[in-house]
């Protein structure tokens, strides 16, 4: 069982449209939560952290449930630069590294 | 420019030769990874350096792999005796201590290996 699992998708939505990926992980240990977007043939970046409470950036709204281990992103108002894949990154207590889902790809059409 | 910087950007090579690949980091990041990337799939962990010191290794990266970083400092992944499976993105990333608990790694565009 991977470490990180999510859709791979691809999820297809039009412009304006609400979307929301999902992802599990495994280690209850695991200790910070990101996801991470990545466009076609280029590196992953950061789009922002996740937390219990939930967070929210613009468009973008983040969340944790410990008890489930399970992580989601809300995309509302979808735009065509919206369209890429996001990985779901888990890092565990300790642990020095990151560790990655497949990623889900989202594409947004006109 | 102050990102992390990956050479080559591509390279292709035949089976059993060997590849060298170079990763200079954000000068005041001390902690560097290397991650292997195929289509379809997320970045998978190869190793992890801080400093000069190579503190972990994943069962991913076998006897013909082999990194280092001396002076710890830029960063040199080395594959020899190549077979096709290793096709892939090699991305290179690194982080300031701080950087990892807030998911700051910063990648590098990474290197794009072929084996024909």
């Known amino acids: 069982r991977k470490e990180v699992e999510q859709d791979p998708g691809p999820f297809n939505v039009p412009e304006g449209a609400t979307v929301a990926f999902n992802c599990t992980y495994s280690n209850s240990a695991s200790q910070s939560f990101f996801w991470y977007r990545q466009d076609c043939r280029k590196e992953p970046k950061l789009l922002m952290s996740?937390?219990?409470s939930g967070n929210e950036d613009g468009r973008f709204t983040a969340q944790l449930n410990r008890a489930s281990q399970y992580i989601s992103l809300l995309i509302r108002d979808s735009k065509l630069s919206d369209s890429a894949t996001y990985l779901c990154v888990v890092r565990g207590t300790g642990f020095q590294k990151l560790v990655f889902g497949t990623g889900t790809r989202l594409l947004v059409s006109p | 420019d102050t990102g992390v910087s990956q050479d080559p950007r591509h390279k292709i090579t035949k089976r059993g030769q060997n590849v060298t690949f170079r990763c200079d980091p954000i000068?005041?990041?001390?902690?560097l990874y290397w991650y292997r990337q195929t289509l379809g799939q997320g970045p998978e962990f190869l190793t992890y350096?801080?400093?000069?010191?190579?503190?972990?290794k994943s069962r991913l990266l076998s006897d013909r792999f082999s990194a280092e970083r001396p002076k710890g400092s830029f960063s040199t992944l080395e594959i020899q005796r190549t077979e096709q499976g290793d096709s892939a993105m090699y991305l290179c990333?690194?982080?300031?201590?701080?950087?990892?608990?807030?998911?700051?790694?910063?990648f590098g565009s990474g290197t794009r290996l072929t084996v024909v």
């Open positions: 996740v937390y219990s």
């Open positions: 350096f801080q400093n000069e010191a190579q503190l972990e």
């Open positions: 990333a690194s982080s300031s201590p701080s950087g990892i608990l807030s998911g700051g790694y910063t």
């Open positions: 000068s005041e990041h001390n902690r």
